[in-house]
């Protein structure tokens, strides 16, 4: 789905899933293949999506209704479409996204409210762009829930919103590995970080070819 001869991967799973981890490990490996690698993120990724980022990521839990946190997260992909993925691609590199529009699918359009419709209206309008190869890990929420707020981070606005919220959103994520069964795989995440990244690094494989 990709415009331009680049290579679009996002990483998706709930809180403390490891998606970060696996990103990084990604780029180290896809660096090998001599092509230009791009790791970025989201909510950011951008110096203005990074600034939006900052409000959405802290606070309250109940700071923003499910409805502003559509138009704040759309807000921020559109500046880093824009400013960093599409001119990457242009370029012909590989993106590494560490989250992407599937997250505002199943945190905002599923987890948080019931607003798919909404999400994907504005999606078609103002993003339009789906990656070529997405990879869900997929973690137990205790677990991932415990690693997450290990790390302390400050930025646990999501994590905040408890353990039924991290059930609903995995189960958010197994149902959107069956709606794009051509673009999404689901990853197991157990193990250690090096047994995960093998998992990812075969069905990236399994795409080149
Ligand atoms: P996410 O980006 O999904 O929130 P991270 O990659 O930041 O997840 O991982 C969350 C925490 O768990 C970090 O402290 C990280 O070091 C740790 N971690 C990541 N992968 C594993 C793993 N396979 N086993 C144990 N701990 C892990
Ligand atoms: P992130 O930094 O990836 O958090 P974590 O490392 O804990 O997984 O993302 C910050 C939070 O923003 C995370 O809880 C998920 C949430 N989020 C949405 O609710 N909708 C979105 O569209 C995106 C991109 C993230």
């Known amino acids: 789905m990709t ?10 799973g709930i809180d403390g899933s490891g998606k970060s981890t ?13 092509r230009e690698v791009v790791l970025t993120r989201e909510p950011g990724g951008s110096a203005g999506a990074e600034e939006i980022r900052a409000l959405l990521v802290a606070g309250d839990p109940g700071r923003w209704s499910p409805e502003t946190e559509i ?25 590494i996204s560490d ?19 909404t999400v994907d209206a504005l999606h078609d309008l103002m993003i339009g762009r789906e990656p070529d190869l997405t990879l869900i890990i997929d973690m137990d929420p205790d677990a991932a829930l415990s690693r997450g707020l290990a790390r302390d981070s400050g930025e646990d606005r999501f994590e905040d919103m408890g ?17 794009y069964p051509d673009r999404c795989r689901l990853i197991d995440g157990r193990g250690s970080a090096e047994e995960v ?6 069905a990236v494989e399994q795409h080149l070819q």
């Open 3 to 12: 415009t331009g001869p680049g290579l679009f991967l996002s990483l998706e």
């Open 22 to 34: 696996q990103s990084r490990l990604l780029a180290e490996r896809l660096q090998h293949s001599g």
């Open 71 to 95: 138009l704040l997260f759309t807000a921020a992909r559109r500046d880093h479409l824009e400013r960093k993925i599409d001119p990457a691609l242009a370029r012909g590199a590989i993106v």
């Open 99 to 117: 989250r992407f529009a599937d997250s505002t699918r199943v945190y905002q359009g599923a987890a948080r409210a019931d607003l798919r419709k």
């Open 163 to 179: 353990q039924d919220f991290q059930t609903r959103l995995a189960k958010g994520f197994h149902a959107l590995a069956e709606e």
């Open 197 to 202: 990244a093998a998992r990812v690094w075969r």
